[in-house]
């Protein structure tokens, strides 16, 4: 699995059950020839504010950002509870078995968006957060 460099603070500072969880899914999704790569894990408030910023620019409002990126106080990144990942077949393989390891996909518009949700386990299923809303 690569992105998984724990000198970096994106991963070093992620919440230790992520990583964990990950590694353990990683592992299996190997063995179907599938590799994960970690875009992006925790976050400063900087650079959540940054990201913000950048897709303000583009839709031209922060409710119609809030879709995409939230706030420095919001983002599940800044506590290191969230990773992104790269690479379709990595988030395919996760949507099909992340439930297992805990990993769940929680935003519809976000494929490459995975949070721990360890009470997923049990049931082998994860739910969708609602799609903040856009617009003033």
């Not at 620019?57 to 290191?80: D, K, L, Q, R």
């Amino acid at each position: 699995m690569t992105g998984f460099d724990e000198a970096i603070p994106a991963v070093a500072d992620l919440d230790p059950g992520l990583p964990e969880a990950l590694r353990r899914a990683a592992t299996a999704a190997a063995d179907d020839g599938v590799e994960f790569c970690v875009n992006s894990g925790w976050r400063s408030p900087e650079y959540q504010d940054q990201l913000l910023c950048e897709e303000v620019a583009e839709y031209g409002s922060e409710g119609e950002a809030a879709g995409w990126v939230v706030t420095a106080a919001t983002s599940p990144h800044m506590s290191g509870e969230a990773v992104g990942i790269g690479r379709s077949v990595a988030t395919a393989w996760l949507s099909q078995h992340g439930a297992e390891y805990g990993l769940c996909r929680i935003h519809r518009n976000e494929p490459w968006h995975y949070e721990l949700r360890t009470n997923a386990i049990d049931r082998r299923a994860c739910a969708f957060m609602p799609t903040p809303p856009t617009g003033p």
